[in-house]
């Protein structure tokens, strides 16, 4: 009879955990990625650890929402982030300057923000409870803005480490389902 107590007070306390979650029962290493921006305005980008946190990444790409949406419609996107400064004191996603290229053609440089702006809140309360999808969002305001409408697409990635000047952020698609594919590749060159 002793013997199956240990069992059942196991048991008892695999019922209280079940009961009320307080963490995710199966944690996934992956990481939240967002890329929003006006149609007729420049495409940001915030990496998250969980949708629900804030994001430890955020910069502004060198170039516009539509020219991005016609480079996802080819089916496969390369985004590299290369940052060119020499110092290792900071970790790689602490850079500030960063160099991008999109499919192997450099578009410009970008300066990661510190503070995020009002829209880029405004993105990350609205997809707060968002861990896939793509759409538009309402404006923040009522007014209409010039920029046109406020387009989003939100993934999981997985995040692979290569160095502590190499990471890789690749798109998980649900269920293996066919669709464009996305990388984002974070360099410090030497």
Same mark, same amino acid.
């Given at each position: 009879? &002793?013997?199956? &107590? ?9 019922? *209280? ?5 307080? #963490? ?6 992956? +990481? +939240?990625? +967002? ?5 007729? %305005? ?37 985004? /590299?982030?290369?940052?060119?400064? #020499? +110092?290792? #004191? ?5 850079? &500030?300057?960063? *160099? ?11 300066? @990661? ?21 793509? %759409? !538009? ?5 009522? #007014?209409?803005? *010039?920029? %046109? ?5 939100? /993934? @999981? &990635?997985? @995040?692979? !480490? %290569? ?13 293996? /389902? *066919? ?7 974070? !360099?410090? /060159?030497?």
């Amino acid at each position: 009879m &002793f013997k199956i &107590f240990p069992m059942l007070t196991s048991g008892c306390k695999m019922v *209280a955990l079940l009961g009320k979650p307080r #963490k995710p029962l199966l944690k996934d290493n992956a +990481t +939240t990625g +967002t890329l929003f921006g006006y149609r007729k %305005g420049r495409v940001s980008l915030a990496i998250q650890e969980d949708p629900h946190c804030m994001p430890i990444f955020v910069i502004e790409l060198p170039m516009h929402s539509s020219a991005f949406q016609k480079e996802m419609a080819s089916d496969m996107v390369r985004i /590299a982030l290369e940052s060119e400064t #020499k +110092t290792h #004191k900071k970790k790689l996603l602490e850079e &500030f300057v960063w *160099a991008v290229y999109c499919n192997g053609r450099k578009t410009g440089y970008s300066i @990661r923000r510190k503070q995020m702006s009002e829209d880029e809140l405004y993105v990350m309360q609205q997809l707060r409870g968002v861990s896939m999808s793509a %759409g !538009v969002l309402p404006n923040p305001s009522d #007014k209409e803005t *010039a920029d %046109g409408e406020l387009t989003y697409m939100r /993934a @999981r &990635f997985e @995040r692979v !480490v %290569g160095s502590k000047d190499s990471e890789a952020l690749y798109m998980i698609n649900p269920d293996g /389902a *066919a669709g464009p594919e996305l990388s984002i590749f974070f !360099v410090r /060159a030497h």
